[in-house]
């Protein structure tokens, strides 16, 4: 029987590192004899190899090394400075530590674990208090990867993007602003949006921030085809203390804009053990897209086709 020594392999469904045939991939072997000699060779290799990721967020150009096994799920997480943009990944690795499951898909890995412990490290959780992670730097664009499966063992990638809320700011005052760099890319690679709602700042700053939020949905729209929206209501802890007008028609307005939508209430302060806003929404957001963007089939699930023109959703690497 044939056999893979790569355990996130299934080698009868497809080679996990996009090679075809499977037999010409250097971890896949025929025989028990096979084996033993690679399990040899594979430990005098790694030795002196390097490679090609280092488990730390990635930056754009590193996604190659990812996107040559399959087309990629990319989700941009789009919002103000200090909405909870980082800490919602924070929380959601955090969450997966402690066993949370997505409702279709196993978690199978990262390939940046690194960058996605320096985020748990960051994120201290006590009762009735949070110490969250350092404002995201203006220049920062990172991405950090997950592996999924599904009940078929059918690989998915997916990058959540964490960028700065201050370049969504001004790339929704002007889409071509020089400082905007990083939201354009986030706009024009993802296949899916998450729109941050910080509830605290409503209570703040009111209508002032309900409008800061309505620009940048607006300029979402200029382009974004069939991909789906879900508008994440942060510290949702203190959501009734928000005007219960403005509440509403920020709620309206946003339904009224995007055809593919959803809205939620995630929080980061447990008030039970499990609270529905901690310990399930947090994982609800991402199994909600999932849902949009990867339809059941037959044989498994099905990555829908990108409505993009963008070249670099199906880029392969070499």
């Known amino acids: 029987m044939s056999k893979c020594s790569n355990p996130d392999c299934v080698p009868s469904i497809f080679c996990h590192e996009g090679n075809e045939p499977q037999s010409s991939c ?21 030795k002196k190899s390097q490679l090609t990721w280092d488990g730390v967020a990635f930056k754009t150009e590193d996604i190659s090394k990812v996107t040559y096994r399959n087309l990629p799920i990319i989700i941009g997480i789009m919002g103000k400075a200090d909405a909870g943009k980082t800490t919602f990944l924070a929380m959601l690795y955090t969450l997966l530590l402690r066993g949370e499951k997505f ?9 940046s674990l690194l960058g996605w412990d320096e985020l748990y490290h960051k994120l201290k959780v006590k009762k009735n208090k949070v110490a969250f992670p ?8 990172r991405l950090h990867h997950l592996a999924l499966k599904d009940r078929l063992l059918r690989l998915y990638d997916v990058f959540l993007c ?55 949905a607006q300029m979402m729209l200029h382009d974004i085809k069939e991909r789906p929206v879900i508008a994440v209501w942060s510290k949702a802890d203190l959501k009734e203390q928000v005007h219960e007008v403005i509440q509403a028609d920020l709620s309206n307005e946003l339904v009224s804009m995007f055809d593919n939508f959803n809205q939620i209430d995630i929080s980061n302060f447990s008030q039970d053990d499990p609270d529905s806003l901690v310990h399930e929404n947090n994982i609800k957001v991402i199994d909600w897209l999932l849902a949009r963007l990867i339809e059941p089939t037959a044989l498994g699930f099905q990555i829908q086709s990108s409505k993009s023109d963008d070249p670099f959703i199906y880029y392969k690497g070499r």
């Open 26 to 46: 250097p971890n896949f072997h025929g025989n028990k004899a096979t084996i033993e000699a690679g399990k040899a060779s594979k430990l005098k290799a790694v």
């Open 103 to 111: 409702n279709k898909f196993n978690f199978a890995g990262s390939k």
């Open 134 to 141: 350092d404002p995201t730097p203006v220049e920062y664009l």
């Open 162 to 216: 964490d960028a700065s809320g201050e370049v969504f700011s001004d790339w929704s005052q002007n889409r071509d602003d020089i400082r905007a760099d990083n939201a354009r890319w986030v706009y024009g690679h993802s296949t899916a949006f998450i729109l941050f709602i910080d509830c605290d700042d409503l209570i703040k700053r009111k209508n002032r921030a309900k409008t800061e939020i309505i620009d940048i």
